[in-house]
């Protein structure tokens, strides 16, 4: 089939991490994108808006980002890989539909590009503001996973882990980078097709009369039937049983239902974790960070290495679900913890909640430059003196 | 006889979720007209129900979505429109049809009503206009006229409200028929055609609200909100939907607009049909 040959770009490019992200999202087998143009993202748009087309998916531009998630979550339910990218403005809009893929175990993707906020703040500047904002944005009580890219490689590699983490749990999973992530030009290596791992959401097995479409498996994940396969389901956003019926004013059923999709993640947090450790085994400080400031904790490292200061990274690919016992273990055989972070202290909290006695020393940002090696260098030998 | 065997008899129960019965609606609610049209619609075409999926957003009319024993998803407040059009663009073969109120489609959802109807995706959507928000207790909405009372606007209403028929045709809508929860047939016949009809259709049926709204108002029951309608409702098939404002006194109904026009998801096949050809004869 010729649309799906042009699918995966097999081959090396040098192109941007939003173009890589795009390319990742049609690799992964994403065939519906439905966007609102949005600095720093709009360059994801724009390759979908060419792209898709080649391959015979469907590329809307909706009237608000509103809109833009409430239609991927639509386009998911009628069978189809489905994605929205913005940036924090719209990812604020875009929160009380989280909340709805979450309740109805939608799996989707969402790329948040970040800039500085609160507001309009500064769109064209590279920020991480938007770390607790993707934890806890919309109401109620979650889990999500989030995953932060610190290359333009990773923007490709990442986009499929986040389609295989959304099809695998029935959730929405986010791709959180930065400005710098998404604009820099990188060599970027496509595989072959049929070296990339795609997982597709699992499918009933029962007869469409025995089919209640929120009844889980033992991994806690129900099998997903998709609109237009004869099953005839219904879905809402209100508490449900596992037939999808509203329960309203049941205690039991909201307790079961809120657990199990906060469970999901929570009890398979150690599959769905990646993390990248540097130099961690003899390390007397460690450098806790993700997305753009892991390029220049790891070039810290490795100088403060030469200076003799036994330094290691601990870099955390996946933010959320927190990896929680991996920090504390960092922790327990270091003097101090360093997390340089692109906001005024976010992620710092949980890694502080990790450490415990530890102490943890927070290298903000706000806006414009990422961190110095040489700044982090600094923060290195003050804490082993 | 119970009120679950009377239920189990009904001509039309083969199509509802039965055991979700009885519904959340009042007595003399235009709702319960609403859903049964929609039904005899979808028995008297012979719609294959693996194919058509239900959208509805919040409020009383929200829950429509639950009861028919099809593919059907209840959004968030708003939002199912947007939801609906996702579907239909990512499987064309499914017939995607909205159900929900004023409030719901023309306030917090408005944006989305007009930009589908501007670009003519092919759902349906059919609005119970009740002039509240009935679920919430009765407040003023985009559709309550001037002057009513409401649990918001003790005073009186001070703000102008949509003529809905009129909002869809100015925004592109390709089908647009207005009828009230008297004109069940008529009704009936609009929604069948809107089923058949490629393009974005709307169709408004105005509702009683006897509990909350009609008894605010001082309308009298169920039944003399229904004589009102038959009083004040004038058919005028083709007439200008900008002229026909509902006031006390006139209740234009009918088939204002049927027009036709490509719909976003044949110009889509079209494009991506145009684009794969062009790609062919660069690849050979």
């Not at chain 1, 025995?210 to 039937?225: G, R, S, T, W």
């Not at chain 2, 119970?2 to 083969?14: G, I």
């Not at chain 2, 509805?56 to 199912?80: K, M, Q």
Request: include cysteine.
């Amino acid at each position: 089939m010729l649309n799906e040959s042009r699918a995966v770009l097999t081959g090396t490019h040098f192109m941007s991490g939003d173009l890589a992200c795009a390319e990742g999202a049609l690799a992964a087998g994403c065939r519906f994108f439905g966007g609102y143009p949005i600095t720093p993202a709009t360059e994801i748009s724009e390759r979908m808006s060419r792209r898709l087309v080649e391959v015979g998916g469907v590329f809307v531009q909706m009237e608000d980002e509103i809109g833009s998630i409430a239609a991927v979550i639509g386009a998911s339910y009628a069978g189809k890989k489905a994605m929205t990218a913005t940036s924090g403005p719209g990812f604020s809009l875009m929160q009380e539909n989280i909340g709805l893929a979450v309740m109805t175990e939608t799996p989707l993707v969402i790329v948040n590009i970040m800039r500085g906020g609160p507001s309009t703040g500064q769109p064209t500047m590279p920020g991480q503001q938007d770390v607790m904002q993707a934890r806890w944005g919309s109401h109620g009580d979650y889990e999500i996973i989030a995953l932060t890219p610190s290359s333009v490689q990773e923007m490709f590699d990442l986009t499929i882990e986040c389609f295989n983490l959304a099809e695998t749990y029935r959730v929405p999973v986010i791709l959180l980078a930065d400005e710098i992530i998404g604009h820099m030009w990188e060599r970027v290596r496509i595989p072959p097709a049929e070296q990339i791992t795609v997982v597709s959401r699992k499918k009933p097995k029962v007869p469409a009369a025995e089919y209640q479409p929120f009844k889980p498996d033992k991994d806690l994940v129900p099998p997903m039937a998709c609109f237009g396969e004869g099953y005839r389901f219904h879905a809402t956003g209100l508490t449900h049983d596992e037939k999808g019926a509203p329960r309203t004013v049941s205690v039991d059923v909201q307790t079961k239902l809120v657990k199990r999709l906060s469970d999901k993640i929570r009890k398979n947090a150690k599959k769905i974790v990646k993390v990248q450790r540097v130099m961690l085994e003899d390390a007397d400080v460690a450098v806790v960070a993700y997305g753009i400031p892991s390029r220049a904790a790891l070039s810290a490292v490795r100088t403060a290495r030469k200076e003799g200061v036994k330094a290691g990274l601990l870099r955390l690919v996946t933010i959320w679900p927190f990896p929680q016992d991996l920090v504390s273990d960092v922790a327990k055989q270091v003097k101090a913890i360093i997390v340089p972070e692109m906001n005024y202290g976010q992620l710092v909290r949980e890694v502080e909640r990790a450490a415990k006695t530890t102490p943890v020393i927070l290298l903000s940002k706000l806006g414009e430059e990422p961190h110095r090696p040489s700044e982090i260098i600094e923060a290195m030998r003050r804490a082993v003196k | 006889m119970s009120e679950s065997n009377l239920v189990m008899q009904h001509s039309l129960a083969k199509y509802l979720r039965q055991e979700r019965m009885p519904h959340i609606w009042c007595e003399g609610c235009g709702n319960g007209i609403l859903l049964n049209c929609f039904l005899q619609a979808i028995d008297e075409l012979k719609v294959d129900l693996d194919k058509i999926v239900v959208v509805s957003g919040i409020g009383c009319i929200g829950r429509i979505a639950g009861y028919i024993n099809v593919d059907s998803f209840h959004t968030t407040h708003g939002r199912a429109i947007a939801f609906a059009t996702g579907v239909k663009l990512a499987n064309p073969e499914l017939t995607v049809v909205v159900i929900s109120g004023d409030g719901d489609l023309f306030a917090i959802g408005g944006n989305h009503f007009i930009h589908a109807a501007r670009r003519n995706v092919d759902i349906k959507v059919i609005c119970a206009n009740n002039f509240n928000y009935g679920m919430t207790g009765g407040q003023y909405g985009p559709t309550t006229p001037l002057d009513a009372w409401t649990t918001t606007t003790p005073y009186g209403n001070i703000e102008h409200p949509f003529n809905l028929a009129h909002l869809a045709a100015a925004a592109g809508a390709v089908y647009v028929a207005r009828w009230t929860s008297l004109h069940v047939r008529r009704l009936k016949a609009s929604i069948t055609k809107a089923l058949q009809k490629e393009g974005f259709s709307f169709i408004e049926m105005i509702s009683p609200c006897p509990e909350i709204f009609d008894r605010y108002n001082k309308m009298g029951t169920a039944v003399d909100v229904m004589k009102w309608f038959k009083l004040v409702s004038q058919v005028r098939h083709g007439y200008d939907p900008a002229k026909a404002e509902i006031t006390k006194t006139q209740i234009l109904v009918g088939e204002f607009v049927d027009i036709e026009k490509p719909s976003y998801g044949r110009l889509l096949r079209d494009m991506t049909s145009r684009v794969q050809e062009k790609l062919k004869g660069e690849n050979t």
